[in-house]
């Protein structure tokens, strides 16, 4: 079997966001600055210098949770801070995939009304995961979506959770 491609992925928030570092180690980032201060700015920028230390120069991908549009979220600096990691990106030349909430759940558990808890428990299962974090546990799920769509799976799993790449075989990773 080829090696790992060198994936990345993103769970983005302003107080906890979950990464799943190119090696497959998972970690959380919890920002030490309130988002009050100057309007969040100095919190977004905290949050965009630790995950881009740890986004290695040669990564092949970058897989982002994208924001819920049916959910409760009108969070504007999540938003924001979207925005600004997306167009860091795509200004250093590196490509990514936003991965709606949904089909992030159908790729862990084959249920895009899954709950946290279910896509924790599947990346326990199917990846390994020995924490409890649901933000590590969304990352880890990203970063095995885009290891899967480079042709090298991290985990084996059933066409029922496969059929989540399908909406990626004809669009093309946001990159210059």
């Not at 993103?10 to 570092?21: E, F, M, P, Q, R």
Request: glycine share 8%; hydrophobic share 45%; with cysteine.
């Amino acid at each position: 079997m080829s090696a790992e491609p060198s994936v990345v992925g993103l769970d983005l928030a302003i107080k906890s966001s979950g990464i799943a570092l190119a090696d497959g180690t998972p970690a959380t980032f919890v920002s030490t600055i309130s988002p009050k201060i100057n309007v969040g700015l100095e919190t977004m920028d905290e949050i965009c210098v630790e995950i881009f230390g740890h986004i290695p120069d040669e990564v092949e991908l970058v897989m982002i949770e994208a924001i819920a549009y049916d959910g409760h979220d009108t969070n504007r600096m999540l938003a924001q801070l979207q925005g600004i990691v997306r167009m860091t990106l795509f200004q250093a030349q590196i490509p990514f995939y936003l991965v709606a909430p949904t089909t992030l759940k159908v790729y862990a558990t084959g249920n895009g009304k899954a709950e946290k808890g279910e896509v924790t428990k599947a990346a326990e299962k199917r990846l390994g995961y020995e924490g409890w974090n649901h933000d590590e546990a969304d990352a880890l799920w990203l970063r095995a979506m885009g290891t899967d769509l480079l042709g090298v799976p991290v985990a084996q799993l059933p066409q029922n959770h496969r059929r989540a790449l399908d909406r990626f075989t004809h669009v093309k990773p946001v990159m210059r």
